[in-house]
């Protein structure tokens, strides 16, 4: 996935468009580029790299009123800089960036090729440029141009364009995020609301199939046949402050701390007299559900994986399916289904296709996001907020604590509508802990021993994370941490799976962190003992007084709490060792490599 941004208006834009770009730069960092029109010829100027890259590789600031800009996160040729965006047709005129991927794009371009265009990358971006100028040929009109290139797109798309001549940005999308921001002074389309929230806070989120069309002075948005379309303005809450890093060294340890407000905000009016009170979705939203599947991906299916535990012990069938794997992997689907989808961003491709699969299969659907206007919040027939305010670090982690603790307050709502199912007995006493939910993490942030413990195990071979029932989701989101920032070798098990083959990879060089939640542990520590026999250091995350804190040579401690709060106290314990352990190693913590925020390609 990658980041797109369009500026046009009174002043230049160049500054605009490479800060935007530094705030969308969680969705790809492998190139940089923008293009600006100044009535002299449309200005290229690309690199590989991150956007500091790109701004160090500037001899001057570009001069113009318009322009365009990209990150990028690679999925067609290796991150150079003749694969850099803007992609240019063989005179320079057009410029285009894009984001999401052309299917078809290998026998355009051969057609392409056979009329003359001259290629210079290996994306399959470039074609869209050369289509442009070729339709602006025939029809003389860039407007015109741009909805027929589009039409003979296959794939995903969200682009902007420019020409060159033409105080005009051109944009289009179908399948991946495009956002128009409304300024007095200036118009903006990017990718995510980030790039110009410090502009402005007013919206319109596009749908697939919009084209637009901005000037300095107007915009006009119509569909693939030119009619005229109305959309409705939106105004983001988000404070263009929670954009910025603040006082810490990375926004994912600002993220981290960042835990007890966010979690306040999702608790926030959902806890009413010892009972659940879910403004978007009313007592009896779900009384026609038989079953419940979750489709997520990342850190997102272990969250679902959180939410699917506690769905099962009230009653209700319930599957967890990897969104990449749908098609092949999902049971049975029909109106009784319920399928929820979880994803932060709201856009990650391989979530949208399974949910469209199963509704296709007449499933009802339920997104569960933390994006207002997301396209999964948009296309499903209800959507719940997780509230847990812009994340930019690539690594997810106050996402994670907001999806589990509004899973859990879902799993209420359904225990209550669903016919078959029993909601639990010590709900009462579930939710009053939740409130103390924050104040705990607060304590866990303020009391934990991750840094030396990060230190002291630095040098190992491998890592391993185990837990059983709500911890088992917990170990696997510990482990996919630690890989995701510190590039080590680490994975995560049902604890009682160990004995089943990981053991031959435990020696005393592989230290294993046991997590317990106070439910269903009891074989934890036994199977911690089992690793210990073969020389593992074990590092207990428990509340004080668990049996697992006898065996253990080192112990994080989480504060006694309700055994489905507890797995994410234990949570907290572990982003903070990988936090910590990639700082050791001097990783690019917001930015590991490979990775981007939410992959909107499939
Ligand atoms: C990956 C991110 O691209 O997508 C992960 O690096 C994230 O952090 C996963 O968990 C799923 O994203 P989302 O937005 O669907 O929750």
């Given at each position: 996935m990658c980041g797109i941004i369009a500026r046009i208006g009174h002043g230049d834009a160049a500054e605009t468009l490479l800060s935007g770009l530094e705030n969308l730069e969680y969705r790809g960092y492998d190139s940089a580029g923008i293009a600006v029109q100044n009535g002299s010829g449309v200005k290229v100027h690309k690199c590989s790299g991150e956007v500091d890259d790109l701004k160090s590789s500037l001899e001057s600031q570009p001069h113009g009123n318009m322009g365009i800009g990209h990150t990028r996160w690679s999925t067609h040729g290796p991150p150079t800089d003749a694969n850099a965006h803007p992609h240019t047709d063989t005179a320079g005129d057009v410029a285009v960036v894009h984001n999401?991927?052309?299917?078809?794009?290998?026998?355009?371009?051969?057609?392409?090729?056979?009329?003359?265009?001259?290629?210079?990358?290996?994306?399959?971006?470039?074609?869209?440029?050369?289509?442009?100028?070729?339709?602006?040929?025939?029809?003389?009109?860039?407007?015109?141009?741009?909805?027929?290139?589009?039409?003979?797109?296959?794939?995903?798309?969200?682009?902007?364009?420019?020409?060159?001549?033409?105080?005009?940005?051109?944009?289009?999308?179908?399948?991946?995020?495009?956002?128009?921001?409304?300024?007095?002074?200036?118009?903006?389309?990017?990718?995510?609301?980030?790039?110009?929230?410090?502009?402005?806070?007013?919206?319109?989120?596009?749908?697939?199939?919009?084209?637009?069309?901005?000037?300095?002075?107007?915009?006009?948005?119509?569909?693939?046949?030119?009619?005229?379309?109305?959309?409705?303005?939106?105004?983001?809450?988000?404070?263009?402050?929670?954009?910025?890093?603040?006082?810490?060294?990375?926004?994912?340890?600002?993220?981290?701390?960042?835990?007890?407000?966010?979690?306040?905000?999702?608790?926030?009016?959902?806890?009413?007299?010892?009972?659940?009170?879910?403004?978007?979705?009313?007592?009896?939203?779900?009384?026609?559900?038989?079953t419940v599947q979750f489709v997520a991906c990342g850190t997102s299916y272990h969250a679902a994986m959180y939410g699917a535990n506690l769905l099962r012990s009230a009653g209700i069938s319930t599957e967890v399916v990897r969104a990449s794997e749908y098609t092949s992997m999902s049971g049975p689907v029909d109106e009784g289904t319920l399928v929820v989808a979880v994803t932060q961003s709201g856009e990650t491709a391989d979530t949208l296709e399974a949910v469209r699969e199963a509704t296709a299969r007449g499933a009802r659907s339920l997104a569960v996001t933390n994006v207002v206007g997301s396209t999964a919040a948009r296309e499903a027939d209800d959507a719940i907020y997780i509230r847990a305010g812009p994340e930019v670090g690539v690594a997810a982690t106050k996402t994670f604590s907001s999806q589990a603790v509004t899973l859990?307050?879902?799993?209420?709502?359904?225990?209550?509508?669903?016919?078959?199912?029993?909601?639990?007995?010590?709900?009462?006493?579930?939710?009053?802990?939740?409130?103390?939910?924050?104040?705990?993490?607060?304590?866990?942030?303020?009391?934990?021993?991750?840094?030396?413990?990060?230190?002291?195990?630095?040098?190992?071979?491998?890592?391993?994370?185990?837990?059983?029932?709500?911890?088992?989701?917990?170990?696997?989101?510990?482990?996919?941490?630690?890989?995701?920032?510190?590039?080590?070798?680490?994975?995560?098990?049902?604890?009682?799976?160990?004995?089943?083959?990981?053991?031959?990879?435990?020696?005393?060089?592989?230290?294993?962190?046991?997590?317990?939640?106070?439910?269903?542990?009891?074989?934890?520590?036994?199977?911690?003992?089992?690793?210990?026999?073969?020389?593992?250091?074990?590092?207990?995350?428990?509340?004080?007084?668990h049996p697992l804190t006898d065996v253990a040579e080192v112990h994080l401690s989480i504060p006694d709490t309700h055994p489905v709060w507890a797995g994410l106290l234990a949570n907290v314990q572990l982003q903070l060792v990988s936090y910590h352990a990639a700082d050791l190693l001097e990783r690019p913590i917001d930015k590991p490599r490979n990775l981007a925020k939410s992959v909107t390609v499939e």
């Open positions: 999401g991927v052309i299917d078809n794009y290998d026998e355009l371009r051969a057609e392409l090729q056979a009329k003359g265009h001259e290629f210079e990358s290996d994306t399959d971006t470039e074609v869209i440029p050369h289509l442009i100028d070729e339709y602006r040929t025939e029809t003389g009109d860039s407007e015109e141009a741009v909805r027929r290139a589009v039409e003979t797109l296959e794939g995903s798309y969200a682009i902007a364009a420019i020409v060159d001549g033409e105080e005009a940005v051109y944009a289009a999308r179908k399948g991946s995020p495009l956002v128009l921001g409304l300024d007095d002074e200036e118009w903006f389309l990017a990718s995510d609301v980030p790039a110009f929230l410090d502009h402005t806070d007013e919206v319109i989120y596009l749908e697939d199939g919009d084209i637009v069309v901005l000037d300095p002075d107007s915009y006009r948005i119509t569909d693939l046949e030119g009619t005229p379309l109305d959309r409705s303005t939106d105004t983001v809450d988000w404070d263009p402050e929670d954009a910025g890093k603040g006082e810490y060294d990375h926004y994912m340890l600002k993220e981290i701390n960042n835990q007890p407000t966010s979690l306040s905000n999702t608790i926030e009016g959902r806890i009413d007299d010892g009972d659940v009170a879910l403004e978007e979705l009313p007592a009896g939203t779900f009384e026609d559900v038989e859990a307050l879902l799993t209420q709502r359904l225990a209550a509508d669903v016919p078959t199912a029993t909601p639990a007995e010590d709900r009462e006493t579930m939710l009053e802990e939740l409130k103390e939910l924050p104040e705990h993490v607060e304590r866990v942030l303020e009391t934990t021993d991750a840094e030396s413990l990060a230190r002291d195990t630095v040098d190992s071979k491998s890592y391993f994370f185990i837990g059983n029932g709500l911890g088992h989701s917990v170990a696997l989101e510990g482990a996919l941490k630690f890989k995701e920032i510190t590039y080590e070798h680490a994975e995560g098990f049902a604890a009682g799976e160990l004995k089943h083959g990981p053991l031959a990879l435990v020696t005393d060089e592989t230290p294993v962190f046991a997590v317990a939640t106070g439910s269903g542990d009891g074989k934890t520590k036994t199977n911690a003992i089992e690793a210990q026999t073969r020389g593992a250091p074990i590092v207990a995350v428990s509340p004080d007084d």
